[in-house]
């Protein structure tokens, strides 16, 4: 990082403003852990393949560990700690009553591209759920979350 050069960002998390100070390429992954102290968000595979670290940027799902400071600028960002007062806490029940999670450290990646999932589709069909929900679960429970993805389907109707 010898050509890095630290930078000064604002932004808004769960809708309260920040600003940030650190390397341009710090990826928010790191500025929600490590600057913000938001620890819901997970690192898994730092390569952007895994969806452990999927937040909403602006609206959409996006990989935090290969989006770098410098694009932050004004942004809008919610996380997993935020998702319930942006339209998630149907969801958030849905995975807790149907115990969709296993060993958990997956499942904030998968609620926050479950809920941009039914954002832009809200019936989502299995073959849509397929193709939207790429994290990856190492535990396996993949029936259970195309199962409360389409509950919550159902309840938001």
């Not at 390429?25 to 999927?54: F, N």
């Not at 959409?60 to 560990?65: G, P």
């Not at 942004?75 to 935020?82: H, L, R």
């Amino acid at each position: 990082m010898e050509d890095d050069t630290v930078e000064t960002v604002s932004f808004t998390v769960n809708g309260l403003p920040q600003r940030v100070e650190a390397y341009s390429s710090t990826p928010l992954l790191w500025v929600l852990r490590d600057h913000l102290e938001m620890t819901g968000t997970k690192y898994g595979c730092g390569i952007a393949q895994c969806g452990a670290c999927t937040v909403h940027v602006n609206g959409e799902a996006v990989r935090s560990c290969q989006l770098p400071l410098s694009g932050l600028a004004g942004a809008d960002v919610t996380t997993i700690e935020g998702l319930a007062s942006h339209g998630g806490a149907t969801l958030q029940r849905l995975w807790a009553e149907m115990n969709v999670p296993q060993c958990g450290y997956c499942q904030a990646g998968m609620l926050m591209a479950a809920a941009d999932l039914l954002k832009k589709t809200p019936k989502p069909s299995d073959p849509e759920i397929d193709a939207v929900m790429t994290n990856i679960c190492r535990c396996g429970t993949y029936p259970r979350i195309r199962a409360a993805i389409k509950r919550a389907a159902g309840v938001a109707a």
